[in-house]
């Protein structure tokens, strides 16, 4: 049996995931205990279906898991078509994942309000470069000076907008899945104060203490 399968709703996410999970001694940023993981074995995606098929089939798309992995982590945006709301996207998944056998102390389900870039945005000169930004100011004070970041606020108020226009000004609209990882592997894990990667961290230390 292998530790844990990370179950997230897209390549994106996949990427974000691999990212922060591949680094050397990856457990120690966490503040966890070491466990195994192998991006070619640990982490799957609702191929097709992204955040709303992966909320209304989360129990079939993970119960063969249960005979290959002792613990389960599904991830998915607040933020889509038709969605019920942070609270309610939770409680229908985890109810789908009891039913097709897995116990409750075994999973955990990531509902990011609103999505995904909530983890990607830090004051980081990581961030800057994986974005192409080569300003006289950092890419936080640039969009302090236009009114996408606030002063005193920890993330630009609209995250995957602003992600999407400077990947199409820096980068020329080449937004490949690839940027998430470049991005999550270097950033600092102590910085993304995002309530769902925290409730992650904290799932983690229990289960590897």
Not at 95 to 118: M, N, R, S, T
Request: charged share 20%; with cysteine.
């Amino acid at each position: 049996m292998r530790d844990c399968m990370f179950y997230v709703a897209d390549t994106n996410m996949a990427e974000a995931f691999k990212g922060f999970l591949s680094r050397p001694q990856f457990h120690q940023s966490l503040g966890c205990g070491a466990f195994e993981f192998d991006s070619l074995q640990d982490i799957a995606r609702a191929e097709g279906k992204t955040d709303g098929g992966l909320w209304r089939h989360a129990g079939g798309l993970c119960k063969g898991y249960l005979q290959t992995h002792r613990k389960l982590v599904v991830c998915l945006d607040r933020d889509f078509g038709g969605s019920p709301g942070q609270a309610k996207i939770r409680l229908d998944i985890e109810g789908q994942l009891v039913a097709v056998g897995w116990q409750p102390g075994d999973f955990k389900v990531l509902v990011i309000d609103p999505e995904l870039e909530q983890w990607i945005w830090q004051p980081n000169i990581n961030v800057d470069q994986a974005l192409g930004h080569k300003g006289n100011m950092s890419l936080r004070l640039e969009l302090q000076a236009s009114g996408d970041w606030p002063a005193g606020q920890a993330k630009p108020t609209n995250p995957k907008e602003v992600l999407e226009s400077i990947v199409k000004k820096n980068l020329r609209g080449n937004r490949s899945s690839a940027l998430y990882s470049k991005i999550t592997s270097k950033v600092s894990v102590n910085n993304c104060q995002d309530g769902e990667f925290q409730a992650l961290r904290q799932q983690l230390q229990v289960w590897f203490p």
